[in-house]
């Protein structure tokens, strides 16, 4: 009987101790996540939203609206966790797990989204068509008109000067290409975006080991509490007996 108490001891101080490890493991992941990547990734996305902004209507630009709404999104699913962990809810844990890891699963399809180019054709025609300016096009991409300078002529406009490199007005410095055949190139490799869903994909790991420990620790000690009253009936029984 001592034996098997200093077992049960033994199995829940272990118990307790991997439910204490996983618990600083996840307080550390919460800390640098929160304080450091996610509010960078806000930043990043703000910035090169602000560079976008001149292009009306672009798929770029909203992907990055979804992508920063995310972003912000996470910042209140992070601060959920922690009284989730520390009260032990374990059918709370459950559903706040699940939910995290799609948020983080649609932040890296945003993620790796952004990173890739994309043909600028749909964008740059639906600006030609609503009679919208295409300099953010010309600008950055060193193009003029949708299929070339012909364009403005054809419809008796003037060239404007963000067709001509360094808004120089110079014949020889005027671009050819059209901007229907450019591609929109992200300016930089989301490295910061790439860790922050690691990060991420790590917290929810742990969490989700935390989870298993806490749910057989609450079983075990169900078991315990349904066993205990029967053993109490039979030695109570054993003793009217004798």
């Known amino acids: 009987m001592a034996d098997s108490r200093r077992s049960s001891m033994f199995r829940r101080q272990c118990r307790d101790f991997k439910l204490k490890i996983c618990r600083y493991v996840i307080y550390l992941l919460w800390v640098v996540n929160f304080q450091i990547f996610t509010i960078v990734d806000i930043y990043v996305y703000y910035i090169r939203l602000t560079e976008h902004m001149g292009c ?31 009260s032990e809810l374990s059918g709370g844990l459950r559903i706040y797990v699940t939910i995290f890891f799609l948020a983080t699963w649609l932040q890296m399809m945003l993620t790796i989204l952004l990173s890739q180019k994309y043909q600028a054709i749909t964008d740059v025609l639906r600006l030609w068509m ?21 364009d403005y002529m054809l419809l008796e406009k003037m060239i404007p000067l963000s067709c001509y490199k360094d808004r120089s007005g110079s014949p020889e410095d ?32 742990v969490l989700v080991v935390y989870l298993v420990i806490l749910k057989r620790s609450q079983i075990r000690r169900r078991t315990l509490w349904s066993v205990r009253p029967t053993a109490v009936y039979s030695d109570e029984s054993d003793i009217s007996a004798d």
């Open 56 to 86: 009306w209507m672009c798929l770029f630009r909203t992907y990055m609206f979804i992508a920063m709404f995310l972003s912000i999104a996470i910042i209140p699913l992070l601060i959920v966790a922690l009284p989730l962990v520390v």
């Open 130 to 150: 609503n009679n919208k300016s295409l300099e953010f096009f010309e600008v950055h991409s060193k193009c003029c008109g949708l299929i070339g300078p012909d």
């Open 174 to 205: 005027l671009y050819k290409a059209g901007c229907s055949t450019r591609s929109v190139k992200p300016p930089i490799v989301p490295i910061i975006q790439v860790i922050s869903v690691l990060i991420q994909y790590g917290l929810v790991l």
